[in-house]
């Protein structure tokens, strides 16, 4: 059994998690944590000596997500273990403190077929899977590095990701191919990360006749737009829209007789994120030049992290709850386009933007992008991946913008060269100069 | 900061006091308040492993409560939590209550009063309002003071007062629940407040107000969220929360539609529709709003009072489940109305109008979402502004109000403002 901790004051988990981890893993249980509250930073010098070596003891067995790191003092990251100042109780110093402990839902090994997952979000969901116990198989073309490294990931953790994941050379697009590839492959699980059109579906389910779970992620780009917000799962989709492939494999799963589920993102974001979100935004913070924001820059639209994400899909393996079931999977709160803007300039420590505000209806770009983001309210409700998964977002929008820079753009790393044309044709039009650092 | 703890729940058939349990009644942890570690709902590590009743459920969780040091909320006096917190509401009516409301005579609120006295009533409880003022004053000509005939109807008692003399007005009467719906600071409430306490009552309830959040990029307001710090409300909540009674909650509203109203929400844009004027909205029109139903505010209140554990020490956003668009509303209105909305945007400033007495609403995002509500007393919403506005829309014509002579002086000069730009 795997089993799990949640959420609990770390200042606690140096007095009890030791024990406990041990106690664990000698009745043969696998012990993981999987996240921690954010809370005050404490140097980890300043911590009494008896805690000191009860947050080695935690570091040694822990085996989690996020990582310890002891040395490096106050700093708002997730990735590291906060420190609360301890209150120790009377009863915590006589040893007298109980606790019970959670046990997640014990999901046995899996045989995991995941369709991409060398980009953005299988990066995250194959490290979460891999280290739940599961075997990972990626399926891609090849043409981009199975695995990739990750900014604060040791050589370590990176050496054991990438030799427990299998890759499985194929084109999804030749069905025929695909479905001889995956005959008697004996996968139990599915996570179609990339599919796109309901036509994608059918090879792989042919070929995989006792398939257990299939895991789509769709998206919330789906819905039909509307004058009343948020978009919950039992809202109209729009048969016309962009994304109606995904729509379609949606209907294409339930129809078929299998056990699916499916995801819902808005705006993904985080390090590594490929669609100029974050990053469309950081390269003008960083160049000094003011944000163009189409309109009033009221419309309300939402982040999810990709982090947050990956665990939402690892919520729903084995799941019960979600058989056949939708969930919406963003951040717990909206913003508005300026806000975005704001929260930018936030996390990479740049000053208040200027914001330029435009009528989009005034230019022809051509073929470049004004804004990354849809012209229009946008954004979704979570409540029912809450309730039923028992999940989550653990970044509010400025700490997950933080991460994304921290660990991307503010390293210098980014997937798009800027592209100020759009820009340039506002600020003239609107007759404001741009000063800029060469 | 609050202590943060996932709690699942223990297999229920194991445990036919909670019967009836779900999902739905794991509250967020953020709302756990943790005891200490002498409290009676720590079980030990050993009995889970042991086939307890505690560790095997249906979904495989188990129950996980750490205990910790003391935190004082933010609100006052710490309260150690139950073994399972969140309960799940009811949906029958529980023992009847005797239920108190201290009503305002005007303004958004009063309705709240009337809505509730009805379905308290109709739910066997048994109701006291208490209507600040004199029966006899101008007030009370207008809805829906005007029909407190339909509650005494009902069952429910009515009488009128002074919330600085509770007594006077119920005389010796002791009630199990008292409302304010009235009063917006301290100076107001404390009276009604003190009074309950030395009357007995054992849950305290106090309408608030969602205009008490501070502005934020992030939509939506949520609960536990910033308010703003000179806010009378505030004042008043700490004040409750810091008295012990047995249980309290505050709730906070937006707009309300629903008959007897007694300010103006909808009827603002029929007004305007039905004439075939233009309906000038503050630019761009995609503020978003909460119109809800009354009727969603009256279920929401009368679940805490038949759930007093499951909403003790809560504020909840009084309000549906969507929010609404300035634009969005004009189409539904149309829409009741069998017309083609016409909207004009300006800017106040530009026009020279006070936005406050231009529109009906805050210009601005404006936006609660009443999660505290769902996840604590699984409550649901029933508004359905489209739907409900057609119903609103013939109550508004069979009163005659399309045909009565309305002046539209802001109006006007808003839309001479437009052609002189």
């Given at each position: ?10 200042a ?13 893993q000698?009745?043969?249980?696998r ?24 947050a ?22 997730s ?29 046995e ?21 891999t ?31 990438s ?26 699980v ?43 799962e039992t809202?109209?989709?729009?048969p ?55 309109g ?15 665990v ?6 084995g799941?019960e ?47 470049s992008?004004?804004?990354p ?66 | ?11 229920h ?38 086939g ?17 040091s ?5 609100l ?9 917190p ?23 609120h ?9 379905e308290?009533?109709?739910r ?18 207008k ?6 005939s339909?509650?005494r ?9 002074d ?6 007005a ?27 306490k ?14 008490i959040?501070?502005?934020?990029d ?61 309906v000038?909205i503050?630019y ?8 809800s ?13 038949e ?6 020490g ?15 509303l ?55 502004l ?8 013939e ?25 002189t730009?």
């Amino acid at each position: 059994m795997s089993v799990r901790f949640w959420k609990f004051d770390p200042a606690i988990s140096y007095h009890i998690l030791p024990p406990f981890v041990a106690d664990i893993q000698k009745l043969g249980h696998r012990s993981s944590v999987l996240s921690i509250s954010p809370c005050r930073c404490l140097c980890f010098s300043r911590l009494p000596s008896h805690c000191q070596r009860a947050a080695a003891a935690v570091q040694a067995s822990y085996n989690g997500l996020h990582k310890i790191d002891m040395h490096r003092p106050c700093e708002q990251s997730s990735s590291l273990l906060w420190v609360q100042p301890i209150n120790v109780t009377r009863a915590q110093k006589r040893g007298g403190v109980q606790c019970a402990l959670a046990a997640a839902t014990a999901v046995e090994s899996k045989k995991i077929l995941m369709m991409g997952g060398t980009r953005f979000i299988g990066v995250y969901l194959a490290r979460l899977l891999t280290e739940a116990g599961h075997e990972v198989t990626l399926f891609t073309r090849g043409k981009a590095p199975i695995t990739t490294q990750l900014a604060d990931e040791s050589d370590d953790e990176y050496k054991k990701f990438s030799s427990a994941v299998k890759h499985l050379q194929g084109d999804r697009q030749d069905f025929d191919g695909l479905k001889s590839k995956l005959s008697g492959s004996g996968f139990d699980v599915v996570y179609d990360i990339n599919g796109r059109e309901g036509a994608e579906v059918e090879p792989i389910l042919e070929a995989l006749p006792n398939l257990q779970q299939y895991i789509f992620c769709s998206s919330a780009g789906v819905y039909l737009k509307s004058d009343l917000l948020p978009h919950f799962e039992t809202d109209a989709g729009d048969p016309k829209s962009r994304h109606k492939g995904k729509l379609d494999t949606e209907s294409m799963l339930d129809k078929k007789d299998v056990n699916w589920t499916s995801i819902r993102p808005v705006y993904i974001y985080g390090p590594l994120n490929y669609n100029p979100v974050e990053e469309w935004f950081f390269h003008r913070l960083k160049a000094g030049r003011p944000i163009p924001v189409p309109g009033s820059g009221l419309q309300i639209t939402q982040l999810g992290h990709v982090k947050d994400l990956a665990v939402a899909f690892l919520k729903v393996l084995g799941n019960e709850k979600a058989s056949k079931q939708v969930y919406n999977i963003s951040g717990e709160k909206y913003v508005t386009f300026d806000g975005i803007a704001r929260a930018c300039a936030k996390a990479g420590g740049f000053p208040e933007p200027e914001l330029v505000h435009f009528n989009a209806k005034e230019y022809d770009f051509g073929k470049s992008k004004a804004f990354p983001l849809r012209d229009q309210h946008f954004f979704t409700s979570i409540e029912k991946a809450k309730k039923e998964l028992d999940w989550e977002p653990k970044f509010g929008l400025v700490d997950g913008l933080t991460d994304s820079y921290k660990l991307d753009f503010g390293r210098g790393t980014f997937r798009k060269k800027p592209d100020f044309t759009a820009d340039d044709m506002i600020l003239e039009k609107l007759g404001k100069k741009v000063t800029v650092a060469a | 900061m609050a202590m943060q703890a996932t709690v699942a729940i223990a297999d229920h058939h194991a445990s036919p006091t909670y019967a009836g349990l779900s999902s739905s009644s794991f509250g967020s942890a953020s709302q756990l308040r943790l005891s200490s570690a002498s409290s009676s709902c720590i079980a030990s590590s050993s009995s889970l492993f042991q086939g307890d009743a505690l560790y095997s459920s249906s979904r495989g969780g188990a129950l996980l409560l750490i205990s910790g040091s003391k935190r004082r909320t933010q609100l006052g006096a710490y309260r150690p939590a139950a073994f399972f917190p969140s309960v799940r509401a009811s949906s029958s009516a529980s023992t009847p209550k005797k239920v108190l409301i201290i009503n305002t005579n005007s303004g958004g609120h009063a309705v709240i009063g009337f809505w509730l006295v009805k379905e308290l009533q109709s739910r066997g409880h048994e109701v006291t309002i208490l209507t600040v003022g004199d029966e006899s004053s101008d007030k009370m000509k207008k809805t829906p003071f005007s029909r407190f005939s339909e509650l005494r109807e009902a069952g429910a008692k009515t009488v009128w007062g002074d919330p600085s003399n509770v007594g006077a007005a119920v005389g010796s009467a002791s009630f199990d629940v008292v409302l304010d719906n009235n009063g917006k600071d301290l100076d107001a409430v404390k009276p009604v407040i003190d009074w309950a306490k030395g009357n007995g009552a054992q849950q305290f309830l106090f309408a608030s107000s969602a205009g008490i959040y501070k502005t934020s990029d992030e939509p939506p307001h949520v609960e536990g969220d910033a308010v703003k710090a000179d806010a009378g409300h505030v004042g008043v909540e700490q004040y409750i929360a810091s008295l012990s009674f047995s249980s309290w909650a505050s709730f906070r509203p937006q707009y309300m539609v629903g008959s007897g109203n007694n300010k103006d929400c909808e009827e603002w844009f029929f007004d305007r529709i039905v004439r075939d004027r233009p309906v000038p909205i503050p630019y761009p029109g995609v503020q978003v709003t909460n119109i809800s139903h009354v009727k969603d505010l009256s279920s929401m209140i009368t679940l805490a009072i038949e759930n007093p554990a499951a909403a003790n020490g809560t504020t909840f956003n009084a309000v549906s489940d969507r929010g609404v668009t300035f634009n969005g509303l004009v189409k539904f209105c149309a829409a009741a109305a069998g017309k083609e909305p016409k909207i004009v945007y300006y800017d106040p400033k530009a026009a020279g109008v006070d936005a406050k007495k231009a529109f009906p609403f805050r210009n601005m995002h404006f936006y609660a979402e009443p999660r505290a509500a769902k996840e604590k007393l699984g409550w649901k919403s029933c508004t359905n502004l489209p739907e409900d506005l057609k119903e609103r829309f013939e109550e508004y014509t069979a009163i005659g109000r399309d045909k009565k002579d309305i002046k539209f002086e802001l109006d006007d000069k808003i839309l001479a403002s437009l052609e002189t730009a």
